[in-house]
């Protein structure tokens, strides 16, 4: 299960953490399609089914639910791509397995870019947290495949952040322009270049 964002105010019940994560969802779903300056706390609480003050009982403000919601979004998409890696023998089918997840679950939340895009700016320290965290995690299973000895040697810090950006720019082009490949033929394309580079 989905663990909101310790941004805002944390419910104690287990309505409270229902309702609030449904409004970070209507904020996904506000903010991806208008972005943080044009969408609004009321389009929010409007897509989620509740009242103004319920929005405040959770959140003092726009930018503290943006915030939250990058927080949230960034643990989703994390949990999303672990539970579908979680059962791969090797590195490279890791790697597979988590490129496919990806674009899965880009396509199935296209605001993300939009969102993400936008935090640089917005919520910087909840953008800088989204992509550390994806690069810690990242360094950590490439440092343990290396141990395996199904790695060479190399910077893995480096290697963790240029393999992300390749799954970025991915999902900008399999996700948002284009749907036309599946996303199990992007990760086999991908893995494929992964493992034997371009040589």
Do not use: C
């Not at 003050?53 to 643990?75: C, H, N, P, W």
């Not at 893995?191 to 371009?198: E, Q, R, S, V, Y």
Request: charged letters at 30%; a positive charge; proline letters at 2%.
């Amino acid at each position: 299960m989905v663990q909101v964002s310790s941004t805002g105010k944390n419910p104690k019940t287990s309505r409270g953490r229902k309702t609030r994560r449904r409004i970070l969802d209507a904020a996904e779903a506000e903010f991806g399609e208008k972005g943080f300056h044009d969408g609004s706390i009321s389009g929010i609480t409007q897509r989620a089914g509740v009242a103004l003050g319920t929005f405040y009982t959770y959140f003092d403000s726009k930018e503290e639910i943006f915030q939250a919601l990058v927080a949230y979004m960034s643990r989703r998409i994390r949990e999303w791509i672990g539970e579908r890696v979680a059962d791969a023998t090797d590195r490279m089918t890791a790697e597979r397995l988590g490129i496919e997840a990806y674009i899965e679950f880009a396509r199935q939340h296209k605001g993300i870019y939009r969102i993400i895009s936008e935090a640089e700016f917005v919520a910087t320290d909840a953008y800088r947290d989204h992509y550390e965290g994806f690069a810690r995690a990242y360094r950590r299973n490439l440092e343990k495949a290396a141990r395996k000895g199904e790695l060479r040697p190399g910077d893995y810090e480096a290697w963790a952040w240029a393999l992300m950006g390749i799954v970025v720019f991915l999902g900008m082009r399999f996700v948002i322009m284009d749907e036309s490949k599946s996303p199990s033929e992007v990760a086999d394309i991908m893995t494929d270049l992964i493992a034997n580079g371009i040589k």
